[in-house]
């Protein structure tokens, strides 16, 4: 966060990314109210609706709405908000600095990893769009034990290590991603 | 100035005046400017009628610069002085530009951008640029009789930084107030959207002279969202004709050619393709400056067969787009067409099939850009009360990011992220007792540096002796509503500091902006003095109107003594607004300006708390 929108954050008395949007801070949000708070704000704030102001003006509508472009972003996105939401509660998600996790899952992204390989080596997006499907069950399963680790049973240390998964599946996406582009 | 559009709904400014706005399309083959009246957007014609402007621009030896038909008119016969597609070196070194070899000017290598030597001397594309815009400018004044108040000017989506920036400049050199860089698709989506009243997830498929785009959107009722875009800021319209051109040459077992005979047969290409989307064959004749003459034949297959790799070449950023959004093509409504190229049926057929609809054909593709453009113009000048008006999101194209060690990129901002958005990173020193940092900033995907666009570098000095990794230097890049970037370092413990917007190694300085627009004014010299007096005086006393009515409502957020400073800045205005020295209002207005900064900013916070308040209260 910027020092503008850092100003904006104090300045309005806000401590945390889901008040903004009028929302309880939890994993598990509706997202058509996170959609609504975030158009709200954003036809208050917005640069358009400042073009013709003065410099101050045309300055805090830019830091309020950086502020709320990434306080949306940051919800939007589970991992993010998963993330945002251990650090309000005092537990650092720490994915830079901790990349311990349980064998059978490395294993398993091993396996992964490789399937990734092969289907790029044969060019074969039948097998892309396969194994995009299969990730994109194991992230909404992920994100449901997130969501019960975090709002039901306040496990935020064993939420981490969710978060943490969550994390190493959404790189896999990117590397289909990849993947998808080089066949092309 | 208006403070007073921070006022809750319904205390909105009296609708006293409708501001002059226009959108102009900015193209590589042709340009338009267009402007809302009386509720319906409309595009501007010239005196003869005609809504194009072709985007020629000749330099002659006297100094005079010709725009538009009559440059389109003389590119063959002087190939050399008469610039067409400038578009394409915006923004753009000598290496970054395809096809240099077929391009019959004389290139100077500027560092940053391109420039080319004509009869008049040195122009840099932003120069070039400006004539255009200057064109469009002057029959929009003519038209709506009056100066214009501001000009929303489009670019493609997939335009980086410094092709942004090198537009906007362009702009200012033109002597237009640019509200908002805006891109292209998006302009065009505006447009489609409000007229069919469309929601939904929709695509913009727009191939133009020298650029294509693909974003996709969500259209709701008040809102346009920008979900994800891509492109290829080097192929388009253009591209077709040059395969025609190589196809003539090579059937003509022609030697190479002469600027003029180059030039020639470059517009008898485009003339034959234009012909084919409407015919099954095209004629193709010509006398060179040999003697010889060309009399060949081209049919839809051949060009369809020359051109094929072309179309595939769109797809790509297609399917890349369509991921970057989590869609399927089954998901998209609809497939809106912008861009003159996308009139030819292969690219018809191709995005046809690839989508499985019809593509939307429904607005001139020429001019529905310029129309959205104009629609967001009224917009920003203020002219739709609010609940009329809508919001835009879009999205930065193009990863921003700093070259780490080893030649490799750090993405600090992803591409499609919605802006205005900022971000920070931390570095570190990697040397014992390092007191200086250099920073390389680039944009793009791909992982080494050397393939990504540089952007800009500085440096970060004074950094005190300390051990490796023991300085924190937080580095923020902050892109603005119209895609631009600024970058900031500041090193934590010592809070040493540099900045950047990042333009210098590629667009022009403001000194240089300034310098230029002196220079072109010099000859009318009492009209800008009369013309500056006049609208100093203006901003002036909106100045004051919005003060006083800022604090009327919103005294209470100020102290006694911030209130004071306020009255007595506006008291000082007031005054001077009485002579005729222009410098020292636009002074006394800049004062006022500072003295309501924080003013501003707390009205701001206020409005907001009050919102959230109000919802929370409306939600128990």
New interface residues.
Partial sequence: ?????AR?LT????QNHF??F?LQAAFGIDSEVLEK?Y???????????????????R????Q???RV??A??TLKDPVQRGRHLLELHGVDVAFETNTQMPTDFLMQQLELREELEAATAKKDPANLDRLRAGLSSAKKGLEKEIGAAIDDRHDYAGAAELVRKLMFLDRLDAEI?LA??EI? | MALLQISEPGMSPAPHEHRLAVGIDLGTTNSLVATVRSAAPAVLPDALGRPLLPSVVRYGRDGTVEVGYAAQAKQALDPRNTVVSVKRFMGRGLRDVAHIENAPYEFVDAPGMVQIRTAAGVKSPVEISSEILKVLRIRAELSLGGNLSGAVITVPAYFDDAQRQATKDAGRLAGLNVLRLLSEPTAAAIAYGLENAAEGLYAVYDLGGGTFDISILKLSRGMFEVIATSGDSMLGGDDFDQRVFCWIVEQGKLPPLDPKDMRLLQVRAREAKEHLTFHGEAPITARLSTGEVIDLRIDSETFCGITQTLVQKTLGPVRKALRDAGLTVDEVKGVVMVGGATRMPQIQRAVGEFFRRDPLNNLDPDKVVALGAAMQANVLAGNKPQGEDWLLLDVIPLSLGVETMGGLTEKVILRNTTIPAAKAQEFTTFKDGQTGMSFHVVQGERELVADCRSLARFELKGIPPMAAGAARVRVTFQVDADGLLSVSAKEKSTGVEASISVKPSYGLADADIERMLRESFEHAKEDVHARALAEYRVEGRRLIEATRSALDMDKGLLSPEELKAIEDAAARLENLLQGADHRAIKQAAEALNRATDEFAARRMDAGIRRALAGRQIGSL
């Fill in positions: 966060m910027n020092a503008g929108a904006a300045s309005s008395g806000l008040e903004l009028g708070g158009r709200e704000i954003q036809a208050r704030v917005h640069p358009d609706r400042f073009a013709h102001a003065g410099d101050a003006e300055r805090a509508s830019l309020w709405t950086t472009n990434e949306y972003r991603d998808y582009e092309e």
